[in-house]
């Protein structure tokens, strides 16, 4: 029997898993958000008043939406609590695969039979989560992008046991986010968007590390000869160095794959601890407020 979703929980208070909460929030669901750590959730919160007090100020939303999105929105440590009545839950944890294959089979054990478990990875396909629950028919990926209140594509990907019935509810939950969802018929890591930039990424840092161009004239050339809205290199600040560096780690250990491995820079930079835009210093320097 179908069960619509009304309740979503979002389980990680970091910049992605945050912005999902607060669009689901803003689409009317009744939502939790969901961290290990108190001083995370306070962070999220503080973030997301500052981004969502901006968008009222330059007319994006109206002061009322926005105050009745947190409403509906819950900010809390206790996961199983939260689980217990949640209709779709969404993991936006770190990308590691023993850490989200724990996640997954405690949520099974605790969360409504007819919850739906979905996970926000690129790189870590359910597949590979999905037998740790007792449900891997209600188990696939929803992918969204970042910065998730403003990117409109999100990526519904099934495994092989993901019921059809499943990933129509999950496309029906992306539409009525007022987003555009893109249905893959089959898994592989990263997607299809991800995979179109990946080969982007690897092309850029292969010509910076060849010193064939520094990389502020490669994100000039992204930008004025192809159009993109911003180069990869401040796309990889964006989106966060240390996130660029798991990912590529996460992918070898499902390919095996040399070719798969971080590239020396993003290595040098992670162990470094210059992660782009949240620590200040990436590629490029960002003044901390």
């Known amino acids: 029997m179908t069960t619509e979703i ?11 898993g945050s912005q999902i909460a607060a669009v689901c929030a803003l689409a009317g669901y009744g939502t939790s958000l969901v961290d290990i750590s108190q001083d995370q959730l306070d962070r999220a919160r ?20 926005v105050d009745a999105a947190w409403d509906r929105l819950t900010l809390t440590t206790d996961r199983d609590a939260a689980a217990a009545t949640a209709d779709l839950v ?25 919850t739906l478990l979905v996970t926000n990875s690129s790189n870590i396909v359910s597949s590979r989560v999905a037998d740790a629950t007792s449900r ?11 910065p998730a209140l403003v990117m409109v594509c999100v990526e519904v990907v099934p495994h092989p046991g993901t019921a059809p019935e499943t990933v129509d509810r999950i496309v029906s939950f992306v539409e009525s986010l007022g987003k555009t969802p893109v249905r893959l018929k089959q898994e592989i890591p990263g997607f299809v968007a991800n995979r179109l930039l990946g080969a982007l990424r690897r092309e850029a840092l292969e010509l910076y590390e060849a010193g064939i161009a520094d990389f502020q004239d490669i994100d000039v050339a992204a930008k004025t000869a192809l159009g993109h809205p911003m180069g990869p290199f401040e796309l990889m600040d964006l989106v966060g160095i ?18 798969s491995l971080p590239a020396a820079s993003i290595k040098e930079k992670y162990e470094a601890g210059d992660f782009g835009r949240k620590t200040g210093r990436g590629w490029y320097e960002y003044p901390q407020s």
């Open 90 to 114: 969404i993991e936006a944890a770190v990308e590691d695969l023993s850490v989200k294959r724990t996640i997954f089979s405690e949520l099974d054990a605790v969360c409504p039979g007819h």
């Open 136 to 146: 891997p028919d209600r188990v696939c990926n929803l992918h969204f992008f970042n």
């Open 6 to 16: 009304r309740t979503v929980v979002v389980l990680g208070a970091g910049t992605m």
């Open 242 to 259: 240390d996130v660029v560096h798991l990912i590529r780690l996460a992918e070898y250990e499902q390919t095996g794959d040399p070719a």
């Open 46 to 65: 503080t973030q997301l008043e500052q981004r969502l007090s901006r968008d009222v100020e330059k007319d994006r939303r109206t002061r009322e939406d």
